[in-house]
């Protein structure tokens, strides 16, 4: 279903997009109609009651066509949706998790900061509790689904006191759009993804109210870090599903480009960047896959999901530098998906978690 939907609804107008920089807002309504919004959560809030597996599934398709399609998709369903289906209440979950499951709103988590990057756990920003509210001080960076017409939350990180020990308290806290003080900067000019929303955000003297609080104070970036292990497995899918594209894109080219009287499949340097884009490509699905799975059944999956983001990310990129090289000059045009495919491959290896920080999890997860 969702590859008939993207080849259909989101490939005619990919490259389009790719080139405006357009938020298309009847591609990401259509798949809120299919329920590709809330594949994961349970249908009492909106969702349709299906396995982390699903999602996978559904990612690597919209991602094999547009991966700005792909991560409107991913970070609605992970970075919105799930601190709100691990951690909030009930009431939180009827009043923002039902709708944004239906495809009907947005959500969206303000975790970066332009100082802070990979350090997401020291945030400048911060919420004062006073008299049953928060007061939020602070901006963040490269937030997804964060300036639609459709986007309706954003959870933030922010520093909410000190622990005895000295150490920084931190806290999620859901701000609705449109609360005072509550500012969104124009749209980033970025080299890939471009079809996909992001904004800088800033809040000055923001308040809500303390039962905006997600989860347990003190509790935010360790309430995070549980919600980026789903995200790696999702992250990876993307990787999958462009490695996959470049790998469709690059058979066919070879296939029909004839060069010194014979089309180029038929020479072995071509064909051993095709062969060792097929072996990435498969190894990639399956580890992805086997985090998925492992997340299903309730086991321990944050190092699968380490290994499935790092070693999809990277071939993703490296799926996307052959295409580039087996399309020759042709690839380098404007017309052509392998220089989409190209610039869309580099974020891969540095959003939701850096290639260097993965290998530092994997370190930790192994004893180090």
């Known amino acids: 279903m969702v590859r008939d939907f993207a080849e259909k609804e989101v490939r005619p107008v990919a490259q389009h997009l790719d080139q405006t920089a357009e938020f298309p807002y009847d591609i990401a309504r259509k798949m809120g109609e299919l329920g590709l919004m809330g594949i994961p959560f349970p249908e009492k809030y909106g969702g349709g009651g299906a396995d982390t597996l699903s999602v996978v599934v559904a990612i690597e398709e919209l991602a094999r066509v547009d991966i700005s399609m792909a991560i409107t998709m991913q970070a609605n369903v992970t970075l919105g949706g799930y601190p709100l289906w691990l951690y909030g209440t009930e009431e939180q979950k009827q009043r923002w998790l039902v709708p944004l499951a239906q495809g009907k709103h947005l959500g969206a988590f303000g975790l970066t900061e332009a100082r802070g990057g990979s350090d997401a756990g020291n945030p400048d920003t911060s919420a004062v509790l006073d008299k049953g509210q928060w007061t939020i001080n602070g901006s963040k960076s490269f937030i997804t689904n964060s300036g639609t017409d459709m986007t309706a939350f954003v959870t933030v990180l922010a520093a909410t006191g000190r622990r005895p020990d000295g150490s920084r308290e931190t806290s999620n806290i859901l701000v609705p759009k449109g609360t005072p003080g509550y500012h969104i900067a124009p749209a980033y000019n970025k080299i890939g993804w471009r079809a996909s929303d992001t904004h800088e955000l800033a809040f000055m003297d923001c308040r809500v109210p303390d039962g905006n609080l997600v989860g347990q104070r003190g509790a935010g970036f360790r309430q995070f870090l549980h919600v980026l292990d789903y995200g790696r497995i999702s992250v990876a ?77 990277e071939t993703a990129e490296r799926s996307a530098s052959q295409c580039m090289q087996i399309h020759g000059g042709i690839g380098c045009m404007a017309e052509s998906p392998a220089q989409r495919f190209y610039r869309d491959a580099k974020i891969l290896t540095i959003g939701e978690g850096t290639s260097e920080i993965q290998r530092l999890v994997i370190a930790r997860q192994l004893g180090c």
Not at 255 to 271: C, D, E, L, N, P
């Open 237 to 313: 899918t993307l990787g999958v599903g462009l490695a996959q594209a470049c790998l469709e894109l690059s058979l066919d080219y070879a296939k029909q480009r004839v060069a010194f009287g014979q089309t180029i499949s038929h020479y072995q340097a071509i064909q051993f960047k095709l062969a060792d884009m097929a072996m990435e490509v498969e190894l990639a699905r399956l580890m992805t896959c086997k985090s998925a799975v492992l997340a299903d059944q309730g086991k321990p999956f944050a190092l699968e999901s380490a290994y499935a983001k790092l070693f999809s990310s």
